[in-house]
């Protein structure tokens, strides 16, 4: 086989994703460039017509393997694939995501230029209805999700973790694959192990993948806590060594519940000593406000998507926020606490 060739293994962890894992198929199944390819779809313990889903499309499609992973896991789905994956080179894909022309090809080149062993572009959120919309411009700037290169965009360069994720398989068997222990998380945790061996994670901004966000406040708030609860579990694990930017919405929330305390003993205390616990207690529930709403109002988005923002933007903050508080007080236990879906 050509040194220069390029054989490329899609694994996607697929459960209950009736209505989008066809299109991130057929994203795949676009791609053009590669010399061989196998798209490994591993199906968790899904509740709707995903697998009917699946099974029509493999059906028709022969280059499609179909793997079980009933614990449901990502991490284990990904271990699974990744273990039966027969080439040197795997293309992680989310069934919510839409992979541009040439994804694969570009991504295998750049892997090989920087000499890295992971690889991923930007989480490009794009909603069909004014709430995913408002969702979608959470998840692409810096205040919905923060300033993460692979949400916000920026030059190439080396990174902390990557979306999604172009691997050489063999670097990821070498450090024990997925820590199978976390739900989520289990991406930065890669990278992060990735890196302490000596590898080189990078970010590609020619790599823009479409990223279909939740559509309803109570799916957006179960994600979001699912994400919280599992980033604290990591920074409990690793004692705080992670970036600052994880703490804001923990903080957020620790800011309300102290303010809504002093406001309560302010209104018991009464006179100076009173007022002044009031004023006190009132701000974080005038400055985060404040915040939302200027936010929202300097967002460039349609009238009826900026309205939405300033539902989901604490949505967003404040389930992420308890979740993390609760990740980092009391362990996850179980594969599937908390998975978010």
């Known amino acids: 086989m050509n040194a220069d060739a390029i054989r490329v293994s899609f694994i996607m962890p697929v ?5 989008y894992v066809a299109a991130a198929v057929h994203s795949i199944l676009a791609q053009d460039g590669l010399d061989q390819r196998e798209i490994l779809l591993v199906l968790g313990a899904s509740t709707d017509r995903t697998d009917e889903v699946v099974a029509g499309l493999a059906e028709l499609h022969a280059e499609i393997r179909v793997l079980r992973n009933p614990r449901n896991a990502i991490s284990q789905s990904m271990n699974i694939g990744i273990a039966e994956a027969r080439f040197p080179v795997v293309v992680r894909v989310d069934a919510h995501s839409v992979l541009p022309a040439g994804y ?3 991504a295998v080149r750049s892997l090989r230029a920087a000499g890295a062993v992971n690889l991923g572009g930007r989480m490009h959120a794009e909603g069909r209805t004014p709430y995913e919309q408002a969702v979608a411009w959470g998840y692409n700037s810096p205040g919905g999700l923060g300033g993460a290169v692979y949400h916000t965009g920026g030059e190439a360069g080396p990174a902390e973790s990557a979306y999604l994720g172009v691997f050489d398989r063999a670097a990821v068997l070498a450090i024990g694959g997925f820590d199978e222990s976390l739900s989520r998380g289990e991406d930065w945790d890669l990278n992060r192990r990735l890196i302490a061996r000596g590898g080189l994670v990078w970010f590609e901004p020619a790599l823009d993948v479409v990223y279909r966000p939740r559509s309803s406040v ?3 708030a179960k994600q979001f806590h699912a994400s919280g609860r599992w980033r604290g579990e990591i920074i409990r694990r690793l004692a705080g060594r992670v970036p600052l930017r994880y703490y804001v919405p923990p903080a957020l929330l620790v800011g309300l519940v102290i303010g809504a305390a002093l ?23 005038v400055v985060y406000p404040a915040w939302v709403l200027l936010t929202a109002l300097r967002a460039d988005v349609p009238p009826g998507v900026r309205l939405r923002l300033l ?3 604490p949505t967003m903050h404040l389930s992420w926020g308890a979740g993390c508080l609760f ?3 009391i362990p996850s236990r179980g594969h599937n606490a908390f998975a978010g879906r």
């Open 327 to 329: 990740g980092i007080l």
């Open 104 to 106: 694969a090809a570009t």
């Open 263 to 285: 406001l309560v003993a302010g209104a018991v205390a009464g006179g100076t000593v009173g007022a002044v616990l009031a004023i006190v207690g009132a701000l974080p529930f």
């Open 218 to 220: 109570k799916a957006l």
């Open 15 to 19: 459960l209950n994703e009736e209505g």
């Open 311 to 313: 539902g989901v933007l």
